[in-house]
Each structure stands twice: as C-alpha cells, then as structure tokens.
C-alpha cells in the first residue's frame, strides 16, 4: 500500500523565518505524482504544486520551494522568509492508480505551521 | 473559487439521522471525488465516480453511499450518524478518469457535526 509520512505535526515560527516541511512517501509505481496542499483556517483546500515522478527537478514559486528526491522517496516543501498569512496546515499527497486505472490522492497527516508575527 | 460547489457548508444533526451532502464539479469535469476529513483520521478517500459509474472505493462505511446523477453532480449519503462522523467532508473534481496527472479541484468542504 502506498503511504505518506509528514513525521512533523506541527511547527511555529517567527515571521521571516524559513521552515521546512518534510514529506516521505512509499510506492511501488513507477509512475506516481506527488503534490502539495494548504489548507488555511478557513477551511478549503488549496492546491499548490503537482510533480511527476519522472521530474526531479527543483522547484521555486516565490517564496515556496519544493525539493523532490527520488533517492530518498522525499518531496520536501520550503516557505523562505515566512509571513502570518502562511499560517495553514500544509497536506503532501501521493497518487495512487488503482484497478480500472482510476487514481485517487492518499493524503499524509498534514502539518500545521503557525507564523507568528 | 476552485469551480466545485458544495452544499450545504455547515450541517448540525442528531445521532441516528440521515443526511445528504451535494456537490457539483467544475464545467467539464466527470470525476467526482469525496474526502472524509476527522481531527484523528486526517484526510481519508471515501469514493469516487467517473461519468455517473462508481470507479473507486476507499474507507467508506457501509451507512454512507453516494452516486453521480447524469447532470455529473453527485450526493453523499450519510445514515444512522454517530458521533464519530462528524467530519469535513470535502468533494473533488478532475476532468478524467486518471485525473491526476492534472489537477485535482476540492470544494470548501460541508462541515458536518452530529450532536
């Protein structure tokens, strides 16, 4: 069975620090994508970065940054120079094809980052 | 504003009702997903339907059921509640069956508390 691990449950930090939130995953697919996901106390789920299995290049959208190492099955997720408004629980998922060739998402813990100001 | 809709958003009921939890996906899209969100389970996969079949099952209870009328909107019906169900329940569309290779878009969630 697939599984993601967010080992950390949760974080507080200052405002302007950089944090790092780890996810570890487990497949047996060659062919997975794993993705992120903040959810905000408001509630709704917001999407925040997809990437292939085949990909392992580095990503940076502002002050987010995603670093996915096949060698370690990890797809870490760093906000540099945090601000309040990131205070959110951030879920790292992994796709998992089942039967028929449906896929769903297998959600890890989350982790709830708090920025204080 | 993800496109998907859910009603209603908030829901309190008594042990031993029956509700029914409503969403509608984005224009276009023909999967339908629905999560179970609880303080101890995290976010569990319940079920999911491609163009009005049932394609996917995960931890859905038997007192739950769903399904995906022609319109492509789908309703979660929940039964005989117990305490432990309250929950955020949240629905997610994609436009395909193997979706992920796209995107998957979530409602805000219908919270539901069961007194």
């Known amino acids: 069975a697939q599984k993601v691990t967010q080992a950390q449950t949760e974080i507080s930090v200052v405002e302007k620090e950089d944090v790092t939130l780890d996810c570890v995953y487990e497949t047996r697919d060659t062919t997975y994508y794993l993705f992120w996901y903040k959810q905000p106390p408001s509630g709704e789920l917001v999407f925040l970065i997809r990437r292939n299995s085949f990909d392992e290049q580095n990503e940076i959208s502002g002050r987010y940054s995603w670093n996915f190492q096949k060698s370690t099955s990890s797809f870490n997720f760093t906000i540099t120079a945090s601000q309040v408004v990131d205070s959110a629980v951030y879920f790292c998922?992994?796709?998992?094809?089942?039967?028929?060739?449906?896929?769903?998402?297998?959600f890890g813990k989350g982790m709830k980052l708090t920025v204080n100001p | 504003d993800s496109g998907v809709t859910q009603t209603p958003k908030h829901l309190i009921t008594a042990t031993g009702q029956r509700v029914t939890l409503r969403c509608s996906p984005r224009?276009?899209?023909?999967?339908v997903y629905w999560y179970q969100q609880s303080l101890d389970q995290g976010l569990q996969f319940l079920i999911q339907?491609?163009?009005?079949?049932?394609?996917a099952k995960g931890n859905i209870l038997e007192r739950f059921s769903a399904q995906q009328f022609p319109d492509l909107h789908s309703e979660l019906n929940l039964s005989s509640l117990e305490l432990g169900d309250s929950a955020l329940y949240f629905c997610a569309s994609s436009e395909g069956l193997a979706g992920l290779n796209g995107e998957l878009f979530f409602g805000e969630g219908s919270r539901l508390t069961v007194l």
């Open positions: 998922a992994l796709s998992e094809v089942e039967e028929g060739g449906s896929e769903k998402l297998v």
């Open positions: 224009s276009g899209d023909l999967s």
């Open positions: 339907y491609y163009n009005g079949e049932e394609r």
